[in-house]
Nanobody, 126 residues
Framework: QVQLVESGGGLVQAGGSLRLSCAAS????????MGWFRQAPGKERDFVAA????????SYADSVKGRFTISRDNAKNTVYLQMNSLKPEDTGVYYC???????????????????WGQGSQVTVSS
């Protein structure tokens, strides 16, 4: 049974930092491209960042470029999202997702992903 478990969310003031973690089990993690998405209240789930299975390729939404960094540790079956200079508009539930396709392509589309975590709430106060 595949499980993706996010942690590290919470309440932070604008300008602060958080690091999200997503621990994977039940899958060959090193063969999966991984992504982070977020969903604000009343809005659709949006792409935030993605990383290829090797860690060699990363992608970011324009809104987070230069502030967020995605990374992974295949030995620990974990993907991370370091979030700096947080803004109130970064508030939402953050989900990690796993894509088992052979090629790293179109990471922006949620339909590409096979498995999803339960989400972790991030709230940024102004």
């Amino acid at each position: 049974q595949v499980q993706l478990v996010e942690s590290g969310g919470g309440l932070v003031q604008a300008g602060g930092s958080l690091r999200l973690s997503c621990a994977a089990s039940g899958l060959r993690f090193s063969r999966y491209n991984m992504g982070w998405f977020r969903q604000a209240p009343g809005k659709e789930r949006d792409f935030v960042a993605a990383i290829s299975w090797s860690g060699g390729i990363t992608s970011y939404a324009d809104s987070v470029k230069g502030r967020f960094t995605i990374s992974r540790d295949n030995a620990k079956n974990t993907v991370y999202l370091q979030m700096n200079s947080l803004k109130p508009e970064d508030t939402g539930v953050y989900y990690c997702a796993a894509d088992g396709k052979a090629y790293y392509s179109d990471p922006y589309y949620s339909d590409r992903y096979d498995y999803w975590g339960q989400g972790s709430q991030v709230t940024v106060s102004s």
